[in-house]
Each structure stands twice: as structure tokens, then as C-alpha cells.
């Protein structure tokens, strides 16, 4: 019984998502389908391929992922299964599947028409191609089946900028739900006060183990579950309250 899971930014209020489903159902009826979200902000790659490589490891080996953000559906780039980390990734080449893919890995083109509806339509491939592709194989067929083997991939730069210490400089790689920061820093046992210039603001703050560590409204720095530092505000949104998004720039300094 194979388990497929999905990742994109169709949103609820439509019925592609469904759709997609309907179709992996169609050609494996027994699938386990599991959402990891349809909430990605519209077009955002780079929040995609987060979430998909958050989920991915908390799920059996053999499991099937397809990541569908694709704001270049129908044009040049590549639709791909990517055998990786004992499951397989199905999507756009866009960087979608890459910071869930570390090689080694096998990709494989989606060219065999027994991996596509037809009609495809051009501009929907998730229910097309890259769900046509999952129930393939959650039905049985294996992966290098879907065509030529890929050399590269279109990846995106997900490395941490470093442990956090006087003076680093990083990123916020992603806003969650919450308004939390997911930055750049990897994992850091650090402790005490902190300043912290965010573009145009700049803020003290308090390095802690968990929210509770400081009062109501105030800002928190601490290891988060995905291993990266991360800062958020006691029941509110770190990210409303500096003004970030992904990407925006972060400096640290500790207090004296």
C-alpha cells in the first residue's frame, strides 16, 4: 500500500487538489493520500520546496511525494520523478524537489505517455502529469519507467549561513503560519541577550529554549524543530513585527 502525499499552492476553495487525487485513486485504488499542505503562498518555489523537505523524512521509506508550485507550467523546464532518501519526489525541475532530493539521487524525465493523461492540458499539470506519475507508481510501475535519466536538476541554495554567533549575518529562509522566523542560522546552543537588525529595524531580544521564556508580546530567539534558529514573538508574529519576509536580511550581535 503505497502512501503519496502533496504539496501545493492550489489552496482549498477549488477542486484541483481533489482532482489530483482522484486521479492517483484511479490508477491505485489502495493509496494512502496524505496533504502536507495546499497553502503555499501561490508561486512561491522556494516555501514549497521547505515544506516538502520538513515532511518528507517523517514519512515511510518508499513513500511517493509530488510538490506541484509551478508558476512555469507549459513552458521549458523539465517534469521530473526523483528517486531520493529511499522515496520518491515527482514535480516541476523549478528547485520545488530540490532541498528535499540531497543526492544521491535519480531523476528521470516524465516522457512516457503511460506517465500522462491525454489529453494534457498545458496548463494543468499537476493533475496531468505529476499525478498520472505518482499513481503509476503507487500502482507498481518503477520510477526509471517514466523516461530518460536526468544528469541535473534546477536546485535552490538552502545552506545554512552557519552557527549563530557575535556579529553573523543570514536570512530569513521562511515565514511559517505563525508569523515565525525560520532563518538561516543553523542549530546553536546560545544563551542571554541579543541585538538584532532586521532590514530598518532593530530590536533587542532574548535567546531561549521555548516561547515561554519570555513574556506575552515579547521577541524569542531559539533552536527550532527543523534545526535552524528561529525568532518569534509570544503570541504574535515576529514576522509583523519586523516587517520580514523570506529572504530579508538578518545581523545578530550579542548584549553586553
Given amino acids: 500500500m503505497a502512501v503519496v502525499t502533496f504539496t501545493t499552492d492550489f489552496g482549498t476553495a477549488d477542486a484541483y487538489a481533489a482532482l489530483m487525487k482522484g486521479v492517483v485513486l484511479s490508477l491505485a485504488p489502495d493509496a494512502v493520500l496524505v496533504d502536507v499542505s495546499h497553502a503555499i503562498p501561490r508561486h512561491d518555489v522556494r516555501a514549497g520546496a521547505l515544506a516538502l523537505a520538513q515532511a518528507a523524512p517523517y514519512f515511510p521509506t518508499g513513500s511517493i511525494h509530488v510538490a506541484v508550485v509551478d508558476p512555469g507550467v507549459g513552458g521549458e523546464r523539465a517534469e521530473l520523478v526523483i528517486e531520493a532518501q529511499d522515496r520518491v519526489f515527482i514535480g516541476p525541475d523549478n528547485g520545488v524537489l530540490s532541498a528535499a532530493t540531497r543526492p544521491p539521487r535519480n531523476a528521470f524525465r516524465i516522457e512516457n505517455q503511460l506517465f500522462r493523461r491525454e489529453p494534457c492540458s498545458a496548463t494543468f499539470h499537476g493533475r496531468d502529469v505529476f499525478a498520472?506519475?505518482?499513481?503509476?507508481?503507487?500502482?507498481?510501475?518503477?520510477?526509471?519507467?517514466?523516461?530518460?535519466?536526468?544528469?541535473?536538476?534546477?536546485?535552490?541554495?538552502?545552506?545554512?549561513?552557519?552557527?549563530?554567533?557575535?556579529?553573523?549575518?543570514?536570512?530569513?529562509?521562511?515565514?511559517?503560519?505563525?508569523?515565525?522566523?525560520?532563518?538561516?542560522?543553523?542549530?546553536?546552543?546560545?544563551?542571554?541577550?541579543?541585538?538584532?537588525?532586521?532590514?530598518?529595524?532593530?530590536?533587542?531580544?532574548?535567546?531561549?529554549?521555548?516561547?515561554?521564556?519570555?513574556?506575552?508580546?515579547?521577541?524569542?530567539?531559539?533552536?527550532?524543530?527543523?534545526?535552524?534558529?528561529e525568532i518569534a514573538v509570544r503570541g504574535g508574529s515576529a514576522a509583523e513585527r519586523l516587517g520580514a519576509q523570506s529572504g530579508s536580511e538578518l545581523q545578530l550581535w550579542r548584549c553586553a
Fill in 132 to 229: 498520472v506519475a505518482a499513481g503509476r507508481i503507487a500502482s507498481g510501475m518503477p520510477p526509471c519507467q517514466a523516461g530518460q535519466k536526468s544528469d541535473a536538476i534546477v536546485t535552490l541554495d538552502f545552506a545554512p549561513s552557519g552557527p549563530l554567533g557575535d556579529g553573523a549575518r543570514g536570512v530569513v529562509a521562511h515565514v511559517d503560519h505563525f508569523g515565525n522566523l525560520i532563518t538561516s542560522f543553523s542549530e546553536s546552543s546560545v544563551v542571554g541577550r541579543w541585538w538584532l537588525v532586521c532590514g530598518t529595524v532593530d530590536v533587542e531580544l532574548v535567546a531561549g529554549r521555548t516561547f515561554s521564556d519570555v513574556e506575552a508580546g515579547a521577541l524569542v530567539l531559539y533552536a527550532g524543530s527543523g534545526g535552524r534558529m
